[in-house]
């Protein structure tokens, strides 16, 4: 029995490689698969996005409290930042534009709408001293 296989693999008969419907089985498999991952990969990102928007949102309040507490002034809007304390014409990585309110005796609050996935449209809030959530309309 042994010979007999060892003969046919010396001679090249036998099956070498796949059917055409084990490749076809592996490609709807794969896509399957892709389908799944591609969305949630997306909106894994989309997420980071704004929580990035959300660190660089409690850049400008830590910047806007040092500069009131160094001037003695509130800071009345993201454009009055100094260049000295934050980047000058910083804008979300998830869409939209910062806009700062607050000051002096009250907490400083940053707000944005990102134009990424769920969260489209939806304002973000981030207020000085809190926990960031990000809100969707789901």
Do not use: C
């Amino acid at each position: 029995m042994l010979r007999k296989m060892r003969s046919r693999m010396d001679r090249g008969e036998g099956q070498k490689g796949f059917t055409l419907v084990e490749l076809v089985i592996v490609m709807a498999v794969l896509v399957v698969l892709a389908a799944i991952a591609i969305p949630r990969y997306n909106g894994i990102l989309n997420e980071s996005k704004v929580k990035s928007d959300a660190v660089t949102a409690a850049g400008i309040i830590s910047a806007a409290r040092i500069q009131e507490t160094s001037t003695g002034n509130p800071v009345g809007a993201l454009v009055d930042i100094r260049a000295d304390y934050f980047e000058p014409g910083k804008t979300p990585t998830s869409g939209g534009d910062f806009a700062l309110e607050g000051g002096g005796n009250t907490a400083y609050v940053v707000k944005w709408t990102p134009t990424v996935g769920v969260y489209d449209t939806h304002e973000q809030t981030l207020t000085e001293g809190s926990v960031f959530t990000p809100s969707t309309g789901v």
